[in-house]
């Protein structure tokens, strides 16, 4: 079993930045995949990015390409969302997710550990 911690949410300016954070507990993560998933108000969940155990694979969704970064450190059990720029529209809860390998793939059906969320709003 893992547990999934989320920190870092807020309220933020258009063009302003946000770093959050996922602290996994419980058996380690290191072997495995993490994703941050968002939803916003009123729509259904989609995958932000995505990163293997060790950073050779990376997916991130084309409406954050170029402004959010993921990232790990396995070594602390903690994965980060480096979030740039940041829209109206990225407002959402967002939440983190792992997922034991074999490999699944991006999509939302792959992570078997979620966190519980955090909000993120950015005022226009």
């Known amino acids: 079993q893992v547990h999934l911690v989320e920190s870092g949410g807020g309220l933020v300016q258009a063009g302003d930045s946000l770093r959050l954070s996922c602290t996994a507990s419980g058996r380690t993560f290191t072997s495995y995949a993490m994703a941050w998933i968002r939803q916003a108000p009123g729509k259904g969940r989609e995958v932000v990015a995505g990163?293997?155990?060790?950073?050779?694979?990376?997916f991130y969704g084309d409406f954050v390409k170029g402004r959010f970064t993921i990232s790990r450190d396995n070594a602390k059990n903690t994965g980060y969302l480096q979030m740039n720029s940041l829209k109206p529209e990225d407002t959402a809860v967002y939440y983190c997710?792992?997922?034991?390998?074999?490999?699944?793939?991006?999509?939302?059906?792959?992570?078997?550990?979620w966190g519980q969320g955090t909000q993120v709003s950015v005022s226009s």
């Open positions: 990163m293997n155990w060790n950073g050779s694979n990376i």
């Open positions: 997710a792992t997922d034991p390998p074999p490999f699944r793939g991006w999509g939302l059906w792959a992570w078997t550990y």
